[in-house]
């Protein structure tokens, strides 16, 4: 999901994405423009987004980005707004478990059960000392705060990023080339559809391949032209692989990552009489929404393969969250 296609730039101009399923939105100019509240404005955005994606939202609303995360998280399956008030915030977040806090990871989770430490209450009700004997320094001060609603981060607008990377590990060592051929094939569609989704396009693809032992091979290479279409991400990927003339290698991962990202709206659209690239186009896009309302795994990566492409030799934080395969959508109004 951008921000032109969830609408929440017609809100507000401060929007920071946080890929891949969340964005903050500072929402206090909308606030007064709208001369409503913030649930109101949550509820706006998911009738947007529903409307326009055909997906719901989870939405959290709080008086921080910890407090905003952590309630999206909260909210049931399909989707919903959560509105926590700020005077209600230390005993909303209170009962919940020290993992359901947003910033708490399973290690430090751990940590903190082994001394009795279960709820975020009782995390909050501790000295900030107790807590950094415990996680360290920064991190113990850190949770502590975020304990009990405090997060002073602000929402920082940020460019698209420059790179994009998809990965995938397997189960055991590999040898078996048809394997690692069906893997990369899941990772071109992988990539191509988050650079749609994003309104990307690559210019350069690199591939990483990870061996048993712990060493790795790593080789770029420049697309003809800017694409995010998988015809032509699968073509230059498995060059890629062709060109790592792989023999006994036992492989235990590989990546694939676009480069130099470009805005699509910058590339460069030929007139073509190419009818069967111009019927694959067309198939994809109908993929992409298929994808899209079903779920990303409805429509495996062989859908779109074509065997002559095989390689030759192998104050109020609002937090949206949607069910993969949509981005989210995070907002923050300042007090009134």
């Known amino acids: 999901m951008t921000a032109s296609t969830t609408g929440e730039h017609e809100l507000s101009p401060v929007v920071q994405a946080l890929p891949p399923s969340a964005a903050l939105v500072d929402l206090k100019g909308a606030l007064r423009y709208y001369g409503t509240d913030t649930r109101r404005l949550g509820e706006m955005l998911r009738v947007r987004t529903v409307s326009r994606l055909g997906d719901d939202v989870r939405i959290g609303i709080g008086s921080s980005i910890t407090v905003a995360a952590t309630a999206s998280a909260q909210v049931p399956e399909p989707g919903g707004v959560l509105a926590i ?27 903190l059960h082994e001394y009795g430490i279960h709820t975020v209450g009782r995390l909050a ?30 929402v920082a607008p940020r460019a ?14 590999t040898l078996d080339g048809a394997t690692v051929c069906a893997a990369l094939l899941e990772l071109v569609v992988q990539l191509g559809r988050g650079l749609r989704r994003c309104g990307q396009a690559a210019r350069a693809l690199t591939l990483t391949l990870r061996f048993a032992g712990g060493t ?19 073509t230059l990927a498995y060059q890629l692989m062709d060109a790592a003339g792989l023999q006994r290698g036992r492989l235990t991962g590989i990546a694939l990552k676009g480069d130099d990202l470009v805005d699509a709206d910058q590339v460069a659209q030929q007139i073509s009489l190419d009818t069967a690239r111009e019927a694959r186009l067309v198939a994809e896009a109908a993929m992409d929404r298929i994808r899209d309302k079903f779920g990303p795994r409805i429509i495996g990566p062989a859908a779109t393969r074509r065997a002559s492409s095989q390689p030759s030799g192998r104050n109020a934080l609002v937090l949206l969250r949607i069910p993969p395969p949509v981005a989210g959508l995070v907002l923050r109004p300042s007090s009134r």
């Open 160 to 173: 698209l990023p420059s790179s994009a990377t998809v990965r995938h590990t397997f189960d055991r060592h």
């Open 85 to 111: 008030a700020p005077g209600q915030t230390a005993d909303w977040l209170a009962p919940w478990p020290v993992e359901a806090l947003h910033g708490i990871g399973p290690r430090q989770a751990g940590a």
């Open 216 to 234: 790795s091979w790593e080789k770029t290479r420049r697309l003809t032209e800017p694409s995010p279409h998988d015809d032509d991400l699968r």
């Open 125 to 154: 009700a501790l000295s900030p000392a107790t807590i950094q004997r415990l996680l360290g320094g920064k991190a113990g001060r850190t949770a502590t705060d975020r304990a009990r609603g405090i997060d002073p981060r602000p």
